[in-house]
């Protein structure tokens, strides 16, 4: 069992709740491990898109935020944050390119590429506003980005065009398995390293080597990496957990549920796939997890229900009571919902608008 305060009671479930001192313990606590290791933090906004925490992200140091979309990037530019990386290959033709112009005229702005078509669009869209190009390279997730050996041809092409470059991107989603965190930690860097060196080689002095993931970040060695861009670390979740990079005490994000039938060693509760999210990787355990029963499994999703199966002989939550759920990936949970409640000491304390919800383009 875990030391979780109770929820607050009254609470119209499903909702999804925040522990206010347990998220302020993850913000500093990634501050701070930044500082210590000489690293800039761009936290990615894109798991909580709340205002109030990005704010908190800054106060606390961080150098600007991360983004992946140009809505989003809109969202924090209006509310006042002046530094953002929209940390994806956009591709801005037609609206989205003069979306795009318009923010750089604003905000001090940088945007992903990895092809020189890719760069030839950002060229049409901001030639002569101070925005720059970050090359994207692959470091092991085979998403996006070039190989790392490849970076300098992307970065000429920038340059030739009049696109300004700062240095190289990556994000090392291969980490996200058991058993992954270490060797992806070790690829993540040596990648940015070699593509910092291609562009070197290619004539482009540009020196951003910035990397992701929030498993990744307990592991970050300045050597490779100069800035990190981790999302999830506000808040935590059932996969990180289960990946060994928190544990239930630094789960700030839960969807609180009331337990609406009760069946043998199950329960059913009112959060379904519409709150907690559908996201399962292959090696999760379920499609979430209840931080107080860690020995309980959320063994199928539905839109409205998720039932929850307990093992033989354990004690099941009463019917009629209300139970914390972390969702498997919490970024997908947080972008269904309009608010977040604040708790601090068991008491709701205030609510955050989902500020950026469902600005994905
Ligand atoms: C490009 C990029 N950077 C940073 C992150 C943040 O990593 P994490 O979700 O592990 O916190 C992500 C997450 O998907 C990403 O796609």
Redesign the pocket.
């Known amino acids: 069992m875990t030391h979780a305060l109770p929820l607050p009671a009254d609470l119209v479930t499903p909702c999804l709740v925040v522990d206010r001192d347990v998220l302020e313990r993850n913000l500093v606590a990634m501050a701070d491990r930044a500082r210590d290791r000489g690293v800039a933090l761009r936290p990615?906004a894109?798991?909580h898109k709340c205002l109030e925490i990005a704010r908190r992200q800054v106060a606390l140091g961080a150098v600007g935020l991360?983004v992946?979309t140009v809505g989003e990037a809109e969202v924090f530019a209006d509310a006042g944050f002046s530094d953002l990386f929209i940390?994806?290959p956009l591709w801005a033709a037609g609206p989205r390119g003069r979306g795009l112009r318009a923010l750089a005229e604003r905000v001090s702005l940088r945007v992903g590429a990895d092809s020189s078509e890719g760069v030839e669009l950002l060229a049409g869209a901001l030639v002569g506003t101070p925005a720059e190009v970050v090359v994207e390279v692959d470091s092991g997730h085979h998403r996006t980005g070039v190989d790392p050996e490849r970076a300098g041809d992307i970065a000429v092409a920038a340059q030739r065009l009049g696109l300004p470059v700062a240095g190289v991107f990556t994000?090392p989603?291969h980490s996200y398995g058991p058993g992954q965190v270490r060797p992806a930690a070790a690829d993540e860097g040596q990648a940015l390293q070699q593509a910092e060196a291609a562009l070197r080689r290619a004539g482009v002095d540009a020196g951003l080597r910035s990397g992701?993931?929030?498993?990744t970040a307990a592991l970050v060695e300045p050597a490779g990496l100069n800035e990190i861009?981790?999302?999830?670390?506000a808040f935590n979740d059932a996969q990180q957990v289960e990946l060994g990079s928190a544990n239930w005490d630094s789960v700030a994000l839960t969807a609180a549920a009331t337990v609406v039938s009760r069946h043998g060693t199950s329960i059913v509760l009112d959060a379904g796939g519409k709150v907690l999210g559908a996201d399962r990787s292959a090696w999760a355990t379920g499609n979430g997890r209840l931080p107080d029963h860690p020995e309980a499994r959320v063994t199928a999703l539905s839109e409205h229900h998720a039932t929850v199966t307990f093992p033989a002989g354990a004690v099941l939550p009463e019917l009629g009571s209300t139970v914390r759920v972390a969702p498997n990936h919490v970024?997908a949970a947080v972008n269904l919902a309009d608010v977040l409640l604040v708790t601090a000491n068991g008491a709701v304390v205030g609510q955050w608008a989902v500020a950026a919800r469902g600005r994905n383009a």
Not at 229 to 233: A, I, K, L, T
């Open positions: 990615h894109k798991t991360t992946a940390a994806y994000f989603g992701g993931s929030t498993p861009r981790p999302g999830v670390y970024c």
